[in-house]
């Protein structure tokens, strides 16, 4: 069985419909990433944060009703979203602590890793704790952990000065597990991937505007809009790219 995963991240939709977003209308930009992304077929729809750029329930439900499918839809918070309004349009997510979806022979593990009134990302201990038992409770053959803000330096220094605050203590935890195949997260406004420990670590880029990776500043970066995809193989594999906006 393969696990086809759309992941879309940093939407920054606001209220207004008509308002910009680093000087892109991100209403439009998104509906042409989902456009593109829809044709693919997914199973699973995940949501890695940012959602909203006011954390508006007008931007919530908008973007609720511009998915309209009917494959499951995974939603957890970034620094921008307010986690309160938005479990209200989007019910499958980690509001209460870690959440488990298990599907074939995978487990996705949803953590929250925002603070109100911070940028960077931020677990406590006992949120580490909650991970670490999140990770135990599942008896699935592979693991994919999802949070918001970026683990490790992604080498971009404009967004690596907002990162998750003591990364350590997190990957001593995912690390640990065997069955763990891969991190990913939003955030950071641009593909990313590389290996730590034999662990597969995925940033992913904005449905809204991108970066220039390894840009000092923020640098829009010509290639527009995307969002990631993601293969799930019963072996364990992660098979990943990048799906762009129709033109």
């Known amino acids: 069985m393969i696990l086809k995963i759309v992941q879309l991240s940093d939407c920054h939709l606001q209220g207004d419909p008509a308002a910009t977003y680093r000087g892109e209308n991100a209403d439009r930009n998104l509906q042409k990433v989902w456009a593109s992304a829809r044709t693919w077929c997914p199973d699973l729809v995940l949501l890695t944060g940012d959602l909203s750029e006011d954390a508006s329930g007008a931007s919530y439900r908008r973007l609720a009703a511009m998915l309209e499918t009917s494959v499951p839809i995974l939603a957890l918070?970034?620094?921008?979203?307010?986690?309160?309004?938005?479990?209200?349009?989007?019910?499958?997510?980690?509001?209460?602590?870690?959440?488990?979806?298990?599907?074939?022979?995978?487990?996705?593990?949803?953590?929250?890793?925002?603070?109100?009134?911070?940028?960077?990302?931020?677990?406590?201990?006992?949120?580490?704790?909650?991970?670490?038992?999140?990770?135990?409770q599942t008896s699935q053959e592979h693991l994919l952990v999802a949070l918001h803000h970026q683990p490790i330096s992604v080498e971009t220094p404009w967004i690596d000065r907002y990162p998750l605050h003591d990364p350590?203590?997190?990957?001593?935890?995912?690390?640990?597990?065997?069955?763990?195949?891969?991190?990913?997260?939003?955030?950071?406004?641009?593909?990313?991937?590389?290996?730590?420990?034999?662990?597969?670590?995925?940033?992913?880029?904005?449905?809204?505007?991108?970066?220039?990776?390894?840009?000092t500043r923020f640098t829009p970066d010509e290639a527009g809009p995307a969002c990631r995809r993601l293969e799930l193989n019963g072996d364990g594999e992660v098979v990943y790219g990048q799906i762009y906006a129709a033109g």
């Not at 925002?114 to 704790?129: A, Q």
């Not at 950071?188 to 990776?213: C, E, K, W, Y």
């Open 168 to 215: 350590d203590r997190f990957l001593d935890v995912v690390c640990s597990e065997p069955r763990v195949r891969c991190v990913l997260w939003g955030h950071i406004h641009h593909h990313f991937a590389t290996q730590r420990d034999g662990i597969l670590m995925l940033g992913a880029p904005s449905t809204a505007v991108n970066t220039v990776p390894g840009a």
């Open 77 to 136: 918070p970034g620094n921008h979203d307010d986690g309160v309004v938005m479990h209200r349009y989007f019910p499958r997510g980690p509001w209460k602590g870690p959440m488990l979806y298990e599907r074939g022979n995978w487990c996705i593990v949803m953590t929250d890793s925002t603070r109100r009134g911070k940028v960077g990302g931020y677990f406590s201990e006992k949120d580490i704790d909650a991970v670490a038992r999140a990770l135990n």
